[in-house]
């Protein structure tokens, strides 16, 4: 039985989430790829280079985070709802695999990542009020650039970082996933207009998170 919640519900769930990504370690549920694999000296201009992408990944999961939340509150149906809080989750385990990744590479989170936060919890609020099938069309289109993403950095990355490389080729796999489930669920492909700018918030992202 699926269970029903109240606006206010899913306004504290939401905030609640919003703490929780923003302030607290996150907990993965699922093992991270580069688990049982060795760690590789790096010289120290490839291990800051390395340290850089994941950290724009894990703001590209902070993001995720916002914007499934966002849209999530404001779903018409229960199904969608679950579907979307669901693919939070696993973007959930994304976010602890780059986190604990970046330990490892000695290096820290953005500090600008409140920001992202609020900017893509209102995007997905603003998508998911239009419509459903809008909310889904910017699920597939933001997976798609995601995966587009990681696959430059794949081809960035040292060859000797083997962790970095096994985390983002399974988030890789699991983000088309994601866009070919938003698909099957009746996402509407956005306008031209629309993707050029996701496309330019995105440069402004990446390019300010690889340094802050």
Request: hydrophobic share 40%; glycine share 4%; aromatic share 6%.
């Amino acid at each position: 039985m699926t269970k029903h919640y109240s606006g206010v519900d899913r306004f504290i769930m939401a905030f609640d989430n919003g703490l929780r990504t923003l302030c607290k370690k996150a907990i993965a549920t699922r093992s991270s790829p580069a688990q049982n694999l060795q760690e590789s000296p790096l010289q120290n201009e490839l291990q800051k280079k390395s340290a850089a992408l994941m950290r724009i990944n894990h703001t590209g999961e902070v993001c995720a985070q916002a914007l499934y939340y966002g849209q999530a509150m404001v779903a018409s149906t229960s199904q969608l709802r679950v579907s979307l809080l669901d693919a939070a989750q696993e973007e959930t385990d994304h976010l602890a695999w780059c986190e604990e990744r970046i330990e490892e590479l000695n290096s820290h989170t953005s500090y600008l990542n409140p920001l992202w936060y609020v900017g893509s919890f209102s995007l997905g609020l603003i998508c998911g009020a239009i419509s459903d099938r809008w909310s889904l069309g910017f699920v597939v289109e933001t997976e798609r650039q995601v995966e587009q993403h990681l696959k430059e950095h794949l081809l960035k990355l040292s060859p000797d970082d083997q962790k970095s490389r096994a985390i983002l080729e399974k988030m890789c796999e699991e983000e088309a996933h994601h866009a070919t489930v938003a698909l099957g669920a009746g996402a509407m492909e956005l306008p031209d207009i629309v993707k050029t700018m996701m496309r330019a918030m995105s440069k402004v992202m990446t390019k300010t998170t690889y340094y802050l």
